[in-house]
């Protein structure tokens, strides 16, 4: 499975962006999630949201803001972000894995990830 993420760019603060992340191949892995990575920062959950199943989960950081989706014929998840703040700048990762709920939260347990793209917020 190949993940091709896209969407990123510059955007003034309180703007919005729409990240995707395609998948060719199948893959039987549970969650699709997103990630990010500012500079001189460790990569930082995001997101997930069960393939086949209706659990989602955000950080504190972005929940309000940002809405994880995923269309199932286009095999592709989204990554809606809204009222984008400084803070926000990194580069955005998306995975797919398979793990426990309480696992989510760990860039460890995905086997999958996508090429990653840069999402700069500033005026």
């Known amino acids: 499975v190949q993940l091709q993420a896209s969407g990123g760019g510059l955007v003034q603060p309180g703007g919005s962006l729409r990240l995707s992340c395609a998948a060719s191949?199948?893959?039987?892995?549970?969650?699709v999630s997103w990630f990010r990575q500012a500079p001189g920062k460790e990569r930082e959950f995001v997101s997930a949201?069960?393939?086949?199943?209706?659990?989602?989960y955000y950080a504190d950081s972005v929940k309000g803001r940002f809405t994880i989706s995923k269309d199932k014929d286009k095999n592709t998840a989204y990554l809606q972000m809204n009222s984008l703040k400084p803070a926000d700048t990194a580069v955005y990762y998306c995975a797919r894995g398979s793990t426990i709920v309480s696992g989510v939260y760990d860039s460890k347990n995905y086997g999958y990830w996508g090429q990653g793209t840069q999402v700069t917020v500033s005026s």
């Open positions: 949201t069960e393939w086949n199943g209706g659990h989602t």
């Open positions: 191949g199948r893959t039987s892995s549970r969650w």
